[in-house]
Structures are given as C-alpha cells and as structure tokens.
C-alpha cells in the first residue's frame, strides 16, 4: 500500500536541439509490506535528462518492523534517515530503481540480550511497471554473526528479512549463547565449552506456500593439550528440529566427534544419528492403533 503526494515537471530548452529533463518527487509517504514492515519517506525524487543517468535521491527513511518482530525496533530505530539518500549502490533500469547499502551499527539492547558489532545491509526495489515493490533487511550474516551478551554469558547471531507488498519471501534468524573457559599451565592446556541456541526460518517456495522451520539444539565440547605434542578434543551436538514442509515433521540429531592428534599424526571419529516423526494432521483413529489381529481379540 503507497501513500503520497506526487508532483513532476517536464520542459523542453529548444525546438532545433531536442532536449528533455524530467524532474519528479513523491513527498510523506509509507510503504506497508504485509503489515510486517512499514517503510516511510519523507520524500523521494528523481531527475532524467535526456543522455544523463537518473538520478535518485530518498530522504527521511524510517523503518518500522510490526507485530511478533516489532521487539527488534531497538535496532531499526538507529538506521540513519539519509542512509538511502547517497547509497553505495543505485541501479536504475527501465524496470525500476535499486538502493542498497551498508553500514555498522552501535550497540544496542533487546530485552535481556545487549547486541555488538551488528553489520546492517539495506535494499529497497522500486519498480516502474507492474511489480512488487522489495525490501530487504540484515542484521549482520549467519557467516559473519553480531555478538550477543546475556549477563556475564557470550555468544553470536543474525536476523535476515525480505518481503515484498505481495508477502514475506523470507525470514530467518539464529542467536547462541553460552560460556567458554580456558586454562594454560604451560605444560597442560585445557578448553571447554558450552553453547545453547535456536534457529529459525520461514521461505515462501514457488507455489506460494510457506515453508517453517525451528531448530534448538545444545553444542558440549571440551580438549586437552599437553606440551603442544599430543592431544584430544570431543564435540557433542544436540539438536531438535521442526519443519513444515514437504510434510510436518519433528525430529533429533546427535553427533559425536572424538579427534585426536600426536605429533604429525591425527584422526577423528565421527558418529551421527537422526530421527525424524511425522506430524499427522489429525488425531489417530482407534484402527489405526489396532491392527486386524487385535480388533478380533475384542469381538464379542
């Protein structure tokens, strides 16, 4: 849904050179993506002159995240108004304008979670012909997370957004946290570690449906070295995992993994095992917890 006031002037300098430039501006309008993300503007204009690149200039972008993500306004509302008005990248075809851009945010708090080193990229499509206006919106990267501190606790995370004013293409996100101790006696160095997390994601596939999908899983881990010669290591992966499609079904993993090195030698062990139920879209009949033999035990 657009909400604006529009205005445009064209001229023409002389009638033995042609020449055109179009001058336009759509001033105190928002952009509501599904009721998930309001986008406002307090204006945007744009100039085309006639062998010259248009030029696109937002002002005054606020971003607004509602309902179940509206706890994440905290960082939303340190964006910069002006951070699409000079943009690293502008792309401007006959389809539609694109702005994109980067930058690092400070500190901030989300209820019991303070968040660091969050990297935000930023990217908004308006198109010129008949498609959805895009937004999309990350807060750091699953390969390149933020620091997230509970108390004295640490750990790391991300969130990734993108909807258009026709539905949400995606949504995900992930945040950790646990604790790590290490002790060097010089002779001997130990590690250990416990981290805690959950995963989250919702994709739209290509017949429209949503795909969910929710992981909490717990990482236990631990190594001893002596004299930088010898040593073992043991990492202990637990998870359990929802997921929507093709079917409903939930399910675990375990691995384990023992490595262990001496001197030039090393090697690991790996064991894994998962399991998955699907989910059934009613209550089970009587029959179907019976079978023939044991339906005829209770005939009369």
């Known amino acids: ?61 606020r971003l607004e995240l509602r309902n179940e993500l509206s706890f994440l306004n905290a960082l939303a509302d340190v964006l910069p108004a002006d951070g699409f008005s000079d943009p690293p990248a502008l792309t401007v075809t006959q389809d539609g304008v694109t702005a994109t851009y980067s930058l690092g945010l400070p500190s901030a708090g989300i209820g019991i979670f303070s ?33 997230v501190t509970v108390a004295m606790i640490g750990g790391g995370g991300f969130f990734a957004l993108e909807v258009d004013t026709g539905g949400i293409r995606r949504i995900e996100g992930s945040i950790e946290v646990g604790a790590n101790l290490s002790v060097d006696l010089g002779i001997v160095a130990a590690n250990v570690h416990v981290m805690a997390g959950f995963y989250f994601g919702l994709r739209n596939g ?47 993993s375990a ?8 001197l030039m030698f090393a090697t690991s062990v790996r064991l894994h095992t998962q399991r998955y139920f699907a989910i059934p879209s009613h209550d089970p009949a009587f029959d179907d917890l019976v079978d023939g033999d044991g339906i005829a035990k209770y005939r009369w």
């Not at 968040?115 to 999309?136: D, H, K, N, W």
Request: with cysteine; hydrophobic share 45%; glycine share 10%.
């Open 255 to 262: 691995s384990v993994v023992v490595g262990v090195h001496l």
């Open 1 to 61: 849904r657009l909400q604006g006031d529009w205005s445009s002037d064209v001229c023409s300098s002389d009638l033995t050179s042609p020449q055109f430039t179009v001058d336009g501006s759509l001033t105190n309008f928002a952009i509501d993506f599904v009721n998930v993300v309001r986008i406002s503007f307090t204006s945007l204009g744009f100039s085309a002159a006639l062998g010259k690149k248009m030029d696109v200039d937002p002002r005054g972008v």
């Open 206 to 252: 290509p017949d429209g449906h949503g795909a969910i999908e929710f992981s909490a899983y717990l990482r236990i881990g631990g190594a001893v070295e002596l004299l930088g010669i010898a040593g073992i290591s043991i990492d202990i992966y637990l998870a359990m995992t929802y997921e929507s499609s093709p079917v409903p079904r939930i399910g675990g």
């Open 115 to 147: 968040l660091e080193q969050v990297a935000l990229s930023a990217g908004i499509t308006l198109p010129f012909v008949a498609q959805p206006a895009v937004l999309r919106l990350a807060f750091s990267e699953a390969a390149h997370p933020f620091l």
